[in-house]
């Protein structure tokens, strides 16, 4: 009887971890560069229900993630989204993204970004307002691998946008 309480707190703590419901709101975006491909390849994960809220209240439309149900252009809707709310600049120069697609993992959606024709990077100015219009307490985590360095950045709604060097 007395390891029935211990054992009840560990199935309800489990469960309450696996929620859809979080209590931070936070995006992490990965970037790296590769040198031999003269290519930055980003990852950006974002929590599926933020990112579905997002996209429901910017396009005013119903959007059905994964599966064999999955929104027709769901694709064009996240590429327009991550147009608007990223940018970069590598060495002071404003550079495109290419949006390569998106993959799930449980509660996350991954999206993979690349920018081609890269030769060096000296500095790399970085702007993600993912999430900023719909969540107050939204918080974007950079994390660089450019030159053998590795920076992190914490980007909040009041400073969307940072300056990374690496040389």
Do not use: W
């Amino acid at each position: 009887m007395k390891f029935l309480k211990p054992l009840v707190l560990v199935f309800a703590l489990s469960f309450l971890s696996f929620s859809t419901f979080h209590d931070y709101y936070i995006s992490v975006t990965q970037v790296e560069y590769v040198e031999e491909k003269e290519s930055v390849q980003i990852i950006s994960r974002i929590f599926l229900n933020d990112f579905e809220s997002a996209l429901r209240t910017r396009y005013n439309e119903t959007f059905t993630f994964g599966g064999e149900t999955e929104t027709k252009d769901l694709d064009t809707y996240i590429e327009r989204y991550l147009r608007d709310k990223m940018a970069f600049k590598i060495n002071e120069e404003k550079v495109d993204f290419a949006y390569v697609g998106k993959e799930y993992d449980f509660d996350i959606i991954k999206c993979y970004l690349e920018i081609e024709g890269v030769e060096h990077i000296d500095s790399m100015e970085i702007t993600n307002k993912v999430l900023f219009d719909l969540i107050q307490e939204q918080q974007n985590i950079i994390k660089t691998k450019i030159n053998s360095y590795q920076k992190s950045v914490l980007l909040i709604p009041q400073k969307d946008t940072a300056v990374l060097k690496f040389n």
